[in-house]
């Protein structure tokens, strides 16, 4: 987070003259310091280069992530979908069967059987089912706004981007992204707002944010937190 504290660990070199900075893929963030440096004054320069630190670490966690090894596939015991205030309870079936199929076999429980032991029929199968939970939830509330904000739209699409929540075209289509599910209501209310108001705005113009604002008076804290928020997709979601 933007504001979180930064860690750091102190190492004393009896070869160093001056204080030094340094960030690695391994430790993270150091300190290297003379012998005898009085440590007191450290929060101080980090604070001072907290940007340039900042910078040096998210560089790092990408280069991590080539070296670490993928984890060991499993599908997940439970499925939280906080936009429609669902918790799903999964249970896995493994069968010879060359496919995997997700069913809702009661409230709030999933069964998933076939070939869970592959993953990527296993994502796919959930993909699809997280693509009907949008079409079944969110289709009906991005119309129910549509209504609300007099911007209409034509058609709807459900995809699964990696990089956007959402999208509008200039034939005033509008696409949703079944990761919406992961958020919190007003964060999907939000993104259905910003897409819906393009209908009148095809761009981030004033006038376009003042259209939004009036919809959406909370919108500035909503989108500074959006890049973030990609933080609450699952793996096997992504």
């Keep these: 987070m933007p504001n979180s504290p930064l860690h750091y660990r102190v190492r004393v070199s009896a ?17 290297i310091v003379p012998r005898d440096y009085d440590t007191g004054g450290i929060p101080a320069i980090i604070e001072r280069k ?3 630190i900042r910078a040096a670490l998210e560089r790092a966690y990408v280069h ?6 993928e984890p060991t596939w499993s599908l997940p015991q439970q499925i939280s979908l906080p936009a429609i205030s669902q918790v799903w309870h999964v249970t896995a079936r493994e069968s010879p069967a060359a496919s995997v199929t997700v069913r ?24 699809r089912w997280l ?16 209504e609300l904000t007099g911007l209409r739209h034509r058609r709807t699409f459900v995809k699964r981007p990696r ?20 958020l919190p209501p007003a964060y999907v209310d939000y993104v259905m707002i910003h897409e819906l108001c393009h209908l009148a705005e095809m761009n981030h113009s004033k006038r376009f944010w003042g259209l939004v ?13 959006l890049r973030e928020m990609w933080k609450t997709v699952p793996r096997w979601a992504n």
């Excluded at 070869?15 to 300190?31: A, F, K, M, W």
């Excluded at 990089?163 to 992961?182: D, I, Q």
């Excluded at 604002?213 to 989108?223: I, R, V």
């Design 15 to 31: 070869r160093s003259r001056n204080i030094r900075l340094r960030v690695t893929v391994r430790h993270g963030l150091e300190v």
């Design 131 to 146: 693509m009907r939970k949008t079409r079944q939830h969110l289709v009906p509330r991005l119309k129910q706004l549509s």
């Design 213 to 225: 604002a009036g919809y959406s008076p909370g919108y500035k804290s909503l989108d500074m937190q």
């Design 50 to 52: 907290k940007h340039w």
């Design 64 to 69: 991590r992530k080539f070296f670490e090894p």
């Design 163 to 182: 990089t956007r929540w959402a999208s509008c075209s200039r034939h005033k289509s509008v696409s949703l992204n079944a990761k919406l599910l992961f």
């Design 104 to 127: 809702e076999v009661g409230p709030n429980e999933l069964l998933v059987f076939g070939a869970i032991h592959n993953e990527q029929k296993s994502r796919e199968s959930l993909a």
